[in-house]
């Protein structure tokens, strides 16, 4: 093992020592405690109920809070089933028969019973404990169910194309509303509360119901424009919601759909705090926090105690917000995350996203204090087309104008190392999925601005988008509608396009590409091509497939070894960085 990858290796791991807790939700929490590569069920006052081999993607405690079903995969592939823990004991019955795939549970007030929406067979089932039997009603074949909680026994949300989603209360039969794109459900002491694209609704639950801009139904309606909302919580009448405005989280509290506070997170130290979920559990708010070289926690937030920053980490360095000019006059903003007087230019790994609306936020990541003890430092830009300012931001990288967000990535390239920050020869763009193919496109498009780029799990072939298990689904992303004109942009975007058509001899950046072994979303086949296209064309290439992880929830010794082969690939084509760097203080 070379002297650079032995200290990264030891770095990674001293950080990945720090757990992810869970919120807490029905006295439980799901997530993985410090020291442990798995995420198991653990009371909220930290013992452990059940810590299993595979991957608990979602828990759903029993109202009595003796059962907790379970939502439980082999392998990293998302591709579940239903289980049931008996929470006296610390057992675990499967349910092979019941395939699931991110789907909700709906119990009983009794706890007796529950529903559930199998997706992957296109089946709702009803499961009742006491007796132990089942009853299974097939799906309409191009509809989708969703189940959330609600009423008496749950609301049902029907999806179907262009006609939009129905939210129906079960028990009543109560029509609640049609939305063009509804994301989830709760109940309110006055009706129903509806996360739908557009905004907030708050409805009643007397048959009225809410149909595009008709009022009849709407007790309240809350949106901003410029903010990106990322979790809502509600317990009786009391709404929070979680978004992201100006590149950075915000708490928001509603009373009856007037905003009545606006709070961000409290710094720890120097470095910057990002809130990435929110909960009730007991009546008491629970939010998760964390920055790139802040572990995350969960903390209470309280009238009493508005305090919502966890202690603060030993300073391992600072994280700066740089705000940036793009060449067309708009403000990107990056967060740099440094050693302790790092000066002069030093090298820097760059991250992006740019899609979907998502927001890229400043995390916590074991990659980022292990890159930052070794002497680099780690940045993660903000691009249009994620959701970091809202809607027109959104709007402004999304179809046909995706070429604004690679653009993006360029221009803040350019204004890191304008301002003394990096270098061309230190600078390594990366991304994943979404993020590697922008991160690519501009690695391919402005060589000159890298020393070398990584992309994961990235589909990289714009124009055979539907060869991909969920293809089909990101065509309006970049743009596809199918027509010529669509076609033709398509392959000027499309990072394979632009590699596999550049002449023998061209300086290309150092490029490595990570496919995920266990990946159910994004074929192999683009980065393959990728890593042949460039070798013709005389450019180092390097492949690397991460066994055993996938597009879901990972182990974090499958994480380990991905995080060690990137920041090794970005010591070796950042020539500069020193091998005796310093270890850096322990985390």
Not at 127 to 145: F, G, K, M, Q, Y
Request: net charge negative.
């Amino acid at each position: 093992m070379s002297a650079h990858r032995s200290l990264l290796d030891d770095a990674l791991a001293r950080a990945e020592r720090h757990g992810r807790p869970g919120l807490p939700v029905g006295g439980f929490t799901l997530g993985r405690a410090d020291d442990r590569s798995r995420r198991g069920i653990h009371r909220v006052d930290g013992t452990t109920v059940i810590e299993l081999d595979g991957h608990l993607h979602r828990i759903f405690p029993s109202p009595d809070r003796r059962l907790v079903a379970v939502e439980w995969a082999p392998s990293a592939d998302e591709n579940a089933v239903f289980g049931i823990v008996d929470v006296a004991a610390g057992t675990l019955r499967l349910h092979p028969d019941i395939r699931l795939r991110y789907d909700t549970v709906v119990w009983a007030a009794d706890s007796r019973s529950l529903d559930v929406v199998a997706s992957r067979d296109r089946r709702l089932v009803t499961l009742d404990l006491e007796t132990d039997t089942r009853r299974a009603v097939p799906l309409e074949s191009e509809a989708r169910l969703r189940l959330f909680p609600g009423g008496k026994s749950g609301l049902r949300a029907l999806s179907s194309g262009s006609r939009g989603t129905t939210l129906t209360d079960r028990a009543t039969g109560t029509l609640l509303g049609r939305w063009p794109a509804l994301l989830r459900a709760a109940p309110l002491d006055a009706g129903v509360l509806v996360w739908h694209d557009g905004g907030l609704d708050a409805v009643a639950n007397d048959g009225a119901g809410v149909d595009g801009d008709a009022k009849h139904g709407l007790l309240w309606r809350w949106s901003d424009r410029d903010a990106q909302i990322v979790d809502v919580a509600a317990h009786g009448d009391r709404v929070v919601v979680l978004a992201v405005a100006d590149g950075r989280s915000v708490l928001v509290d509603l009373v009856d759909g007037v905003e009545i506070e606006r709070s961000e997170a409290d710094s720890a130290g120097s470095d910057t705090l990002t809130m990435t979920a929110i909960g009730f559990n007991d009546g008491v708010l629970h939010l998760g926090v964390e920055g790139p070289l802040t572990p995350p926690r969960i903390v209470e937030r309280t009238k009493e105690n508005a305090t919502i920053a966890p202690s603060p980490a030993e300073t391992l360095g600072a994280t700066v917000r740089h705000d940036l000019p793009a060449d067309d006059g708009a403000t990107l903003t990056v967060h740099v995350t440094a050693p302790p007087g790092a000066e002069g230019p030093v090298p820097l790994i760059l991250t992006c996203y740019g899609g979907f609306g998502v927001p890229h936020l400043p995390l916590f990541e074991p990659t980022v204090p292990a890159w930052v003890a070794f002497g680099g430092a780690y940045a993660s830009a903000q691009l249009r087309g994620g959701g970091e300012r809202g809607r027109a931001w959104r709007e402004a990288g999304r179809g046909a104008r995706k070429q604004r967000t690679i653009a993006d990535l360029a221009d803040v390239a350019r204004g890191l190392i304008a301002a003394g920050i990096t270098r061309p020869d230190l600078l390594v763009l990366a991304g994943a999925s979404l993020g590697g193919v922008i991160a690519a496109g501009c690695a391919i498009e402005h060589p000159e601005l890298c020393a070398g780029f990584v992309t994961t799990a990235a589909p990289l072939d714009l124009l055979a988008l539907d060869d991909h298990p969920l293809g089909a689904r990101w065509r309006a992303e970049f743009g596809d509608d199918g027509t010529p004109e669509s076609r033709a942009r398509l392959r000027v975007l499309s990072p394979l396009a632009q590699a596999e058509a550049l002449p023998v001899g061209t300086p290309i950046p150092s490029y490595l590409g990570v496919v995920l072994g266990e990946d159910t979303r994004v074929l192999a086949r683009d980065t393959h091509r990728m890593v042949e296209a460039l070798q013709q064309a005389g450019g180092s290439a390097r492949l690397w497939t991460a066994a055993g992880a996938g597009h879901g929830a990972n182990e974090s010794a499958a994480l380990h070894a991905l995080g060690l082969t990137v920041l090794d690939f970005a010591a070796d084509v950042t020539t500069t960085m020193p091998s005796d760097a310093p270890n850096g203080a322990s985390l």
